[in-house]
């Protein structure tokens, strides 16, 4: 099954827990599934020896969920009303039969050890067995069609959460926005900066206190200018934020390209430090690396 052929989903997280129970004739389950992060899907089934079940279990997962490290366990037990019944007759014929048993022995001299109650409701008849299960296609039928109303409220805990997650991820992506044009507003003050004092440093080299050749300074301020552009970085750090808004809105599976931008936040976002020469714009590039990596964290549990 291709991404085109699943239902449009809105953006999931990959921890979720659920659990149903249900009956049908002589059998009654209850089913548990827990959902973690997870690189891809990983699905761990717990069932009892039903034909079919698992192959039918691991279709429907696949129609509804995308990643995350998922276990499935199902227990088999008798429904309630279906075990043995009590026979009372049996019981009376049993009883005759074992004090004339005793009365028997008795008379010849024989002690017999006592029968405990266990070992009479053993005998055959006292309690008769609980009525046949239902034919094993049948059953496995039934329990493929309930485990569709466990996955529902499944990936029902997982949109709540996943509701979350992308109200948190879009605050990051604000204080990113931010703190991007907050930077840029910063480049001129910076340039002006670092013009100011290159053109001190060439007078102390140059042992010319009434200032520098305008050409000689002209030329190293263009040197340094392209070396320290960061206009370039901020381009791609408002690209990512638009493209890491258009995923949240899309809905899952988006986990894994929302990690590889967040991976492309932080490289600009380290180039912006590197290349800051300036106090107030090294700042602006920590915050961003802090917001960034929080927002990476986040990130890991969307599915």
């Given at each position: 099954m291709t991404a085109t052929d699943r239902e449009p989903w809105m953006l999931r997280s990959m921890t979720a827990f659920a659990t149903r129970s249900g009956a049908h004739g002589a059998m009654a389950w209850l089913w548990e599934m827990r959902g973690v992060n997870g690189r891809g899907l990983d699905l761990r089934l717990r069932l009892p020896e039903v034909p079919g079940l698992e192959a039918a279990l691991r279709a429907a997962?696949?129609?509804?969920?995308?990643?995350?490290?998922?276990?499935?366990?199902?227990?088999?037990?008798?429904?309630?009303?279906?075990?043995?019944?009590?026979?009372?007759?049996?019981?009376?014929?049993?009883?005759?039969?074992?004090?004339?048993?005793?009365?028997?022995?008795?008379?010849?001299g024989l002690a017999l050890a006592p029968a405990s109650a266990a070992q009479i409701l053993a005998l055959r008849g006292i309690l008769e067995p609980?009525?046949?299960?239902?034919?094993?296609?049948d059953l496995a039928a039934v329990l493929t069609a309930d485990f569709e109303a466990l996955l529902a409220a499944f990936t029902a805990m997982r949109e709540?959460?996943?509701?979350?997650?992308?109200?948190?991820?879009?605050?990051?992506?604000?204080?990113?926005?931010?703190?991007?044009?907050?930077?840029t507003k910063m480049l001129a003050t910076r340039a002006e900066a670092i013009a100011e004092s290159h053109r001190a440093a060439l007078a102390r080299v140059t042992g010319q206190p009434a200032g520098v050749e305008p050409d000689r300074v002209a030329q190293e301020l263009a040197l340094i200018a392209v070396r320290l552009d960061v206009t370039e970085e901020l381009d791609r750090l408002r690209a990512h934020v638009a493209a890491a808004r258009t995923l949240i809105a899309e809905g899952s599976p988006a986990g894994r390209k929302l990690d590889f931008l967040a991976q492309e936040f932080m490289r600009e976002a380290n180039t912006l430090c590197s290349k800051a020469q300036n106090a107030?714009?090294?700042?602006?590039g920590l915050d961003l690396k802090a917001v960034i990596d929080q927002m990476r964290e986040q990130v890991q549990n969307v599915e």
């Amino acid at each position: 099954m291709t991404a085109t052929d699943r239902e449009p989903w809105m953006l999931r997280s990959m921890t979720a827990f659920a659990t149903r129970s249900g009956a049908h004739g002589a059998m009654a389950w209850l089913w548990e599934m827990r959902g973690v992060n997870g690189r891809g899907l990983d699905l761990r089934l717990r069932l009892p020896e039903v034909p079919g079940l698992e192959a039918a279990l691991r279709a429907a997962a696949g129609r509804h969920l995308a990643r995350g490290n998922v276990t499935v366990g199902l227990r088999l037990t008798a429904a309630a009303g279906a075990g043995p019944s009590f026979c009372p007759a049996a019981l009376d014929v049993a009883l005759d039969a074992l004090a004339e048993t005793e009365r028997r022995a008795d008379a010849r001299g024989l002690a017999l050890a006592p029968a405990s109650a266990a070992q009479i409701l053993a005998l055959r008849g006292i309690l008769e067995p609980m009525e046949t299960a239902a034919p094993e296609a049948d059953l496995a039928a039934v329990l493929t069609a309930d485990f569709e109303a466990l996955l529902a409220a499944f990936t029902a805990m997982r949109e709540t959460e996943g509701a979350a997650l992308a109200r948190i991820l879009g605050g990051h992506l604000d204080r990113i926005a931010e703190l991007t044009d907050a930077a840029t507003k910063m480049l001129a003050t910076r340039a002006e900066a670092i013009a100011e004092s290159h053109r001190a440093a060439l007078a102390r080299v140059t042992g010319q206190p009434a200032g520098v050749e305008p050409d000689r300074v002209a030329q190293e301020l263009a040197l340094i200018a392209v070396r320290l552009d960061v206009t370039e970085e901020l381009d791609r750090l408002r690209a990512h934020v638009a493209a890491a808004r258009t995923l949240i809105a899309e809905g899952s599976p988006a986990g894994r390209k929302l990690d590889f931008l967040a991976q492309e936040f932080m490289r600009e976002a380290n180039t912006l430090c590197s290349k800051a020469q300036n106090a107030g714009l090294t700042a602006i590039g920590l915050d961003l690396k802090a917001v960034i990596d929080q927002m990476r964290e986040q990130v890991q549990n969307v599915e």
